[in-house]
C-alpha cells in the first residue's frame, strides 16, 4: 500500500486538505485536532444530522454536508467516523476516488467485507489506515519497545455502560483494542482460542472473556465488559525474568525485576521501577501518525492487514462464544 504514484500525497508544503465523515463524540474530536494542526485543512465534515455538522463546522470555519459525497474533488483524506454498519457504503466513493483514509475500527462489520475495502484502498494506491486508538498510547508504545519475549498476557478493559457503540458487542466494539495489542507484542501464529461471553443489557455480549494460545507458546487472558461499576484499563505481561505492568488510562508503565543478589544474601531484590512517560492524547498522535503516513508516502503503523488479522482473531473469539451461549 503506498502513495507515492498519487497526485495529492502533499510532499511539497501544500496543506493536506482533510474531511471527516461522521461528526458524533469521536468525529468532533477528529475534526478539533485536523482544525489546529499547522499543515493540514480542514475543508469539511458531513454528517446526516445537518444540525450536528452544521454546528461542528461553524467551529472550525469550515463547509457542512449532510452527504458525505459532496466531500469528493475537495479533499487528499478523509477520516470515516461513522456508526461500523455504515463504514462500507461512505468509503467506497472516497476510495474509489483515490482519498486517503484513516478507517476508525472496526474496518467493516464482517471480516469479508472488511477484506474487500482492504483490496479497494490497495487498488486504489491509498493510505489505509485503521483506527486502533491504544497503539498510539504513550504507555503502550513504550511498553512495545521494551517487551521482548512475552509468555503471558493479562488485559481487563471493564467499564460503566455508555450509550454509544451498541450496534456492535464488546468484543469489536473494546477487546478488539487489545487483540491488536496482544498480536502486535506476541507476533506469532495462533494456535487455540477458547472464549466466553454473557449478554447483560443489549442484544449483543456486553461482558467477554478469551484466551489465546501462540504456536511459540505464549498465552494471553483478555477480559472486556461494557457494565461495569468500575474503570480499569490495563494490561500486565510476563516477560523473560521481567513484569511489565501498565495502565493504559494514566499511560503509566511499571517494570518489576529481580536484582543480582547482593554477597552473603539469600535471595535477590526484587525491584519496580516506573518508565517516565510523556502523556499525550493517544487520538493526537494517532491524526499525527496519519498525516505523517500520507505526506511522506508509507505504510501506517495500523494498516488495513493489521486492521483484517485482528477483526479475524476478534470474530473467531465471537464465534466461540457463540458456540458455548444457550
Known amino acids: 500500500m503506498t502513495a507515492a504514484t498519487h497526485t495529492h500525497s502533499k510532499g511539497n508544503g501544500a496543506k493536506l486538505r482533510v474531511g471527516v465523515a461522521g461528526v458524533g463524540y469521536l468525529g468532533r474530536i477528529h475534526a478539533r485536532i485536523y482544525a489546529a494542526m499547522p499543515d493540514v485543512e480542514l475543508v469539511g465534515v458531513a454528517d446526516i444530522n445537518e444540525k450536528a455538522a452544521q454546528e461542528i463546522a461553524q467551529q472550525h470555519g469550515c463547509h457542512a454536508y449532510a452527504d458525505s459525497r459532496d466531500l469528493l474533488g ?10 461500523t454498519v455504515y463504514h462500507s457504503q461512505v468509503a467506497k466513493p472516497f476510495l474509489e476516488r483515490g482519498v486517503h ?28 489506515q485503521v483506527g486502533h486508538l491504544e497503539r498510539f498510547n504513550a504507555g503502550v508504545m513504550a511498553l512495545a519497545a521494551r517487551v521482548q519475549n512475552p509468555r503471558f498476557i493479562e488485559v481487563h478493559r471493564i467499564g460503566p455502560f455508555v450509550a454509544r457503540a451498541t450496534d456492535v458487542d464488546v468484543v469489536t466494539d473494546l477487546m478488539i483494542h487489545d487483540i491488536d495489542i496482544v498480536l502486535s507484542l506476541v507476533r506469532s501464529d495462533i494456535r487455540n482460542v477458547a472464549a466466553t461471553g454473557i449478554h447483560v443489557l443489549t442484544d449483543h455480549v456486553d461482558i467477554a472473556n478469551a484466551r489465546i494460545e501462540f504456536e511459540n507458546g505464549a498465552v494471553a487472558n483478555v477480559t472486556a465488559s461494557r457494565v461495569s461499576n468500575k474503570k480499569l484499563r490495563r494490561i500486565r505481561v510476563f516477560g523473560d525474568h521481567q513484569y511489565y505492568g501498565l495502565d493504559y488510562a494514566e499511560q503509566k508503565l511499571d517494570i ?23 502523556p499525550r492524547p493517544p487520538l493526537d498522535a494517532e491524526l499525527d501518525s496519519f498525516v505523517r503516513a500520507v505526506r511522506t508516502s508509507t505504510l501506517p503503523v495500523v494498516n488495513g ?22
Open 74 to 83: 475537495s479533499v487528499d483524506a478523509v477520516s470515516i467516523v461513522v456508526p
Open 101 to 128: 483514509m484513516l478507517m476508525e475500527k472496526p474496518i467493516a462489520p464482517t471480516y469479508e467485507e472488511s477484506a474487500e475495502l482492504v483490496k479497494l484502498a490497495e487498488r486504489a494506491g491509498v493510505i489505509f
Open 256 to 278: 518489576t525485576h529481580a536484582l543480582p543478589s547482593e554477597t552473603g544474601a539469600e535471595w535477590p531484590q526484587i525491584v519496580t521501577e516506573t518508565v517516565p512517560i510523556t
Open 305 to 326: 492487514h493489521v486492521g483484517l488479522e485482528a477483526l479475524r482473531v476478534a470474530q473467531l473469539v465471537k464465534e466461540k462464544i457463540a458456540a458455548c451461549m444457550p
